[in-house]
Structures are given as C-alpha cells and as structure tokens.
C-alpha cells in the first residue's frame, strides 16, 4: 500500500501497504482507505484477523551498542554544500545487514538545515514524508527546511534522511521509462482471464525488474533496518534522543523505532498513522475504505460547485460515485486522447490514479472537477493525466523517482502478500466493493502485486507499546483518505505513552494544513517537551 503526505507545499505522499498499478493500494503508508466509515468497515467480521503475529509486540533491542556496529555510531559525517541554499549534504554508512555487520555497507544521503536562531538549540528534528519511498531530502528542501513553523527552525537543526534504497540513497530502480508508462496503463479490473494474464504478467516483470537491479539490497530495505539506520545517524549527530516528525508511512517508521529503541525516543510526531498490528490484506481493505471515505466528502462539495460533472445538487453522493464509475468504464472501452507527447492516452487505471491523487488534499478538489468535466465533456484527458503523473512521480522527461519501486520493495518486505493469486482477490472483491464501490475493484487487483516479489517477506504485523518512552503524539485526521483515523487511535492506544490528537476534517495528515489547533499543540510539543493530553480534537 501507499500513503502520501500530500501538501500544497509539496508532491501528493503515499503510507505502506503495496506498489500498485492504481497507485493506491496502501496500497502505501503508509496507506489509506474508505467506505462508509474509516473504522470498522466491512471487515468488521475480519477485525479479530488480526492474526496471532498481531498479538506480538515489537521487542526492544539491548540498550548497549554491539562492538561490531560501533565503527557506524562513530563515523564522521563530512557536510558539503548541496546546491541548495541554506542546506548541507553529507554521506553516512550503515551496515547492508545487521545480523552481519562485516559483509558490506549501504550509503544513505543526508540533509540538514542548522537552527536559525534565536534561542538555544535543541538538537536535530529528523523528517520523513512517508512513502515507503518518499525522498526525506526532498521534502526537507522543498518543504520543512522553508516551511516549517520559524520558531521550529531556529531552535532545529532539520534534518533528513533518504531511507536505503530510496532517492538518493542507493535507490532501487525495476523498470524505465517507457516500461513504467506502460505498467501504469495496466488496466486493474480485469474482465476476463487474457486480462488477468496481462496485469500479472505487469506485476511479475515489475518485481523481476527490482530483482536484477539490486538482489542484495532488495532483501535489505525494512522498515526495522531503516529505523536502525536512524538511531546511527541521531547518534553521529550527536543526540542523546531522537526528535521526530514522520507523516503517513513516516509514522510506522517513527513508530519502529520508538519500538526498537524506547530509551532513545525523544520528542515523536506521528501524523497520519498507521496500526502496525494489521495484516497487508486488512491493511488494503481499510485503506480502500478510506478513500470512499474521502470521495463522499468530494462528492459533497461537488455538487455544491457550479461546474460539477458529475451531478448537481440534486445528486447524491452514491450517485456521483456511480457517474464517476460509468466514466471509468467507458475508459475501460475507449481511452481518450491527451496531447501527450510520448502518445499516451486517458486508461482507466490513469484516471482513477488521478482522482485518488487528488483525495489526498481537498485543495486539490478544483483541479479535480476541473480536470474531470475535460474529460467526461470534452474527451480531453490532459488534466486527469497531469495528477496521476503527480503522483507516480513522473517527470517531464518522460523518466520516473524511484518512490514506487521502493514502495514495493520496502512493503513487499514487511509484509506477506495480502493475496497470493488472482483467484484469491476475485474472492475478495465483493467486500473490497462494499468498502468502495468506485475504487474497491481497483484497489483489491492492485493489492496482488507482492505475490510475485523475488524475496521473501522478513515482517509480520505486530504490535508496538514502546515500554518506557516519553510521550508520543500520534494525530489522526477523521476523514483521511490513506491512514484511516481508526488507525491513529490503534497505534495511540498500543503505545504505553501514545498521545492521540484528532483533527476533524478532510485530507491526508494535519500538521501545517491550516489548523492553528494542531499546529500549536504540536509546537508546543516539540519547542517545550509538553504533549497535549490523550483525546485532544481539534477542528
């Protein structure tokens, strides 16, 4: 799965479920969903499936550094200018596999921003956007290192890390241009078995892809191991805790690591959460639950607005949801033109990856309906295009960011497959449509990806209590379309000092999206060490 923090600072961002064709299985989270309702969903039958491995709590590692990793916390970081103004770049080691320290090492990017100043400094704030596969670096130099609150930069150095295998830390690379463009019009909702053929055979030359690039690292790109590289770099910092900010995806990574290393686990923002404790396939369906969640808010205002293509004020949101279903499967029998220039047109796995794109951030609603009435009254589908291409991270040149090959890399690894073969999904598609009429097909295919990776899954959903840390603040937006909120109040409630703040609203996240509430409370948080109390809502 996928999540995104999605901003209109920066690029839509993606949470942890599955590389997907849609782009959404969380899919990502980090990961989202919707139907009816972000809590239980349809699965409610299914909410005990929380498998025995759930039961589990991440343990602790030993507090004492082992004497073969000793050379990684004593490094040197040697900082450079990075061609950015006001930021520094340096290169840091860490070993390709703990459990074998000597046999090699993976090089990580890292960024940072000194405090401005005034007042004293208070050490690194680390950053992740999410993904798995979000460049940290990007978006520390595109958005928090500018953007963050001031006072939040003068007493910080900001600083990120692109976790192994993404960005510019070694990244995975599985296909090239044109191959991608060709995976990404990969049609999800098969209608018959030459169909089914097509998108498995899509699936397999994908994570053949990831294989042969890089077979070492590929088995080498957990969640767990990029929370280990973390504590080496909070400690070459020279930070005895560690300070945090991680958004969608970004919150099982701080989460990890709060699991990992409780005594190390300083000041922790969770934005956008996601519940360790599920397996991929609970994941998905939740996720797919979500984004229903997020349309209906949509296909509220929609029909409010003047230029609605979908319905007028007389429409309901089923209704609208039913429109846009039927524009999907004229697609599905005739794409549209684009004015593309390498000669792509409108599929409906585009589309619907351009719609999703746009659920993460309800600024983005006029551009949806914009895009929408070009190409249900006018067969343009340039717009549509223009947001799924946001969101798979497609450049001008026709070349991709390696985000969805680490998304997959890093989800295949921490999870076994949510489904096996395609006989499994076509089970499953009915509750996956209760979940989401309009999205559930979709994001059920795509959630079949991990069953053909190339190594075998090293995670299993646990839980994490983190015994011991300071508080955690774990925020939950009511109506987020990629980490349900009822997984904010999971993740709240598994850890020991778990501090659940709830922003009632739309859009994916909530920290620096207009809410002075949120804002404050995790400023405060962050610049005097007071976390809000447990239950706090803001609106």
Not at 102 to 110: I, P
Not at 124 to 140: K, M
Not at 443 to 463: F, I, K
Request: hydrophobic letters at 35%; charged letters at 25%.
């Amino acid at each position: 799965m996928h999540t995104r923090r999605t901003h209109r600072r920066t690029r839509i961002g993606r949470t942890r479920t599955g590389a997907t064709l849609l782009a959404a299985a969380l899919l990502a989270t980090a990961c989202s969903a919707g139907g009816a309702s972000t809590s239980a969903g349809p699965a409610a039958a299914e909410a005990a499936g929380a498998t025995e491995e759930a039961r589990t709590a991440l343990a602790a590692l030993p507090q004492a550094t082992p004497s073969a990793l000793t050379p990684y916390y004593e490094q040197k970081l040697k900082w450079r200018d990075c061609g950015v103004p006001g930021f520094q770049c340096a290169t840091m080691k860490a070993p390709l596999d703990y459990a074998k320290p000597s046999e090699g090492d993976v090089r990580l990017a890292v960024a940072r921003k000194k405090a401005t100043g005034p007042g004293k400094r208070l050490g690194s704030l680390l950053v992740n956007p999410g993904g798995p596969g979000g460049s940290a670096i990007g978006y520390l130099q595109q958005y928090a290192g500018i953007g963050y609150p001031e006072e939040v930069r003068a007493r910080y150095d900001m600083v990120a890390v692109d976790p192994r295998g993404v960005a510019r830390s070694e990244p995975i690379e599985c296909l090239d241009g044109r191959e991608m463009d060709a995976y990404t019009q990969t049609d999800v909702t098969p209608d018959d078995q030459g169909e089914t053929d097509e998108l498995v055979g899509a699936y397999q030359k994908f994570a053949e892809g990831c294989g042969a690039d890089a077979p070492k690292l590929l088995r080498h790109v957990s969640t767990v191991e990029a929370a280990r590289d973390m504590d080496i770099l909070r400690a070459v910092l020279g930070d005895e805790k560690l300070t945090y900010v991680g958004a969608s995806y970004g919150t099982f990574l701080g989460a990890t690591y709060a699991g990992l290393f409780p005594d190390r686990a300083g000041r922790l923002v969770l934005d956008g959460a996601m519940d360790p404790s599920l397996p991929a396939r609970r994941l998905n369906l939740e996720q797919t639950a979500g984004f229903e969640t997020a349309f209906q808010s949509f296909a509220k205002d929609c029909v409010k607005q003047p230029d609605c293509p979908l319905g007028d004020k007389n429409t309901t949101p089923d209704q609208v949801g039913k429109n846009l279903k039927a524009f999907f499967d004229d697609l599905d029998a005739e794409p549209i033109p684009t004015g593309d220039a390498d000669g792509r047109r409108l599929t409906e796995s585009l589309a619907t990856t351009g719609v999703i794109a746009a659920m993460y951030d309800e600024g983005a609603w006029q551009q949806l309906r914009e895009s929408l009435t070009s190409a249900i009254k006018e067969k343009d589908g340039a717009g549509l295009l223009v947001l799924s291409d946001s969101y798979y991270e497609r450049e001008a040149d026709g070349g991709y960011s390696n985000l969805m090959f680490a998304n997959a890399s890093v989800n295949c690894l921490d999870l076994p497959a949510a489904f096996s073969t395609p006989d499994e999904v076509r089970e499953a598609l009915p509750e996956f449509e209760k979940a989401s009429p309009v999205f559930g097909e979709g994001l059920a295919w795509s959630s079949l990806n991990c069953a053909y990776w190339p190594v075998e899954p090293t995670g299993e959903p646990h839980r994490i209590e983190a015994a011991g840390a300071t508080p955690i603040v774990v925020v939950g937006t009511t109506r987020d379309p990629a980490t349900p909120y009822r997984w904010a109040e999971a993740l709240a409630g598994q850890l020991s000092s778990g501090r659940l703040l709830t922003y009632e609203g739309d859009g994916h996240t909530a920290y620096g999206r207009g809410s002075a509430c949120i804002d404050s409370a995790i400023n405060t948080y962050l610049l005097r060490g007071t976390a809000p109390e447990d239950g706090t809502r803001c609106s």
